[in-house]
């Protein structure tokens, strides 16, 4: 690995077309999970993989569901606009309150449900919704245990993102971007290169001097002070305006932003978005495991970093493997953390759910500012990112 490096990650708001479509897809998933127990329906039953597209005044919901009868598209619709308001979207090309939105979900497919299904009599487990392969990864260069460009980037945007809400800054609008180049030395993060924020605004008529003067100190909030010097070169809005911002201005589509979602391009990422989908699909539970396997391997001190891989086949509970790369950094073998992890957690679907108690509405929280390198909360979300796996692996090992 090079000592001496730039390294580059970016974030986007809550604001950012994709990203509203992702709030709304895990608002969906949300509504199941909070709907079925009312109507006496196991979580564990509880289906749901829903893709959105948003354009100008214009949603489109797809996908598949299997839950209560008490989740009717008014109800749908309903959860959506409330999502889209609490954004912040109120303007003339997609508001909240009068944009079009389109139902088109229908029952999952018998064929998956049989493959995913577990079955009594014939004891057969409950099996992963699809093949695939996800990615865990975790470094102690962060006091969160992830890459320092992301880790800021995501930063910046959620202190903006707050003064806004507060109502605070009331000329900032929802969408926004935000990019951190990061200087490595002896492969440590020690100062800042360039940053880029580019911020959607509600007063046409504004220059991007008066755009920084209002969001540069959050970015010296977000960042550690000295790693801002006369050195660092900021571009603010560099295209000079940025007033025809969310789904007006662009389309957006869930999952279109799984790099921002994970490790900002610093680890491997599986082939599937996490959005949408209920935790029998193992591109979102079972990245969820890699990461809080790989975030206890670090947390224990086994490794200074930790890349995670695990692989399924639809149908089949068991993973196919389990992969670490400790990139030089472990204290131990990867074969002997490989066959600790195995002991330390089951990683088949039902034990991941189980250990991460995933059947909750917890999911449009982790749709903006990534779903790693967060803070657990008292409803169950973001469990992934406990450390109380520390010791099973000490044991295992």
Known sequence: MRASYLFTSESVSEGHPD???????DEIVDLFYREGPKAGIDPWQIRAACETLATTNKVVIAGETRGPSSVTNEHIEGVVRAAIKDIGYEQEGFHWKTCDIEILLHPQSADIAQGVDAQQPENKEEGAGDQGIMFGYATNETP?????????????LRLISEARHSGREKVLGPDSKSQVTVQYENGKPVGVREIVVSH?????????????????????QALPQEWITDKTIWHI???????????????????????VDTYGGAAPHGGGAFSGKD????????????????????????????????AYAIGVARPLSIYIDTHGTGKVSEDELEKAAAKAMDLTPRGIRTHLDL????YARTSA?????RTPDNEGGFSWEKTDLVEPLKRAL
């Open 200 to 220: 959607q605004h509600l007063v046409e008529d504004i220059s991007s001097k008066q755009i920084r003067d209002i969001v540069e100190p959050y970015v010296r």
């Open 369 to 373: 500012y990534g779903h790693f390198g």
């Open 279 to 310: 935790p029998t699909k193992v591109d979102r539970s079972a990245a969820y495991a890699a990461r809080y396997v790989a975030k206890n391997i670090v947390a224990a001190g086994l490794a200074d970093r930790c890349t995670l891989q695990l």
């Open 359 to 362: 059947n909750r509405p917890i």
């Open 19 to 25: 990203k509203v479509c992702d709030r709304i897809s």
């Open 144 to 156: 969160d245990l992830m890459p320092a460009p992301i880790f800021y980037a995501h930063k910046i």
């Open 237 to 259: 809005n560099p295209t000079g305006k940025f007033y025809i911002g969310g789904p007006d201005g662009d389309s957006g589509l869930t999952g279109r932003k799984i790099i």
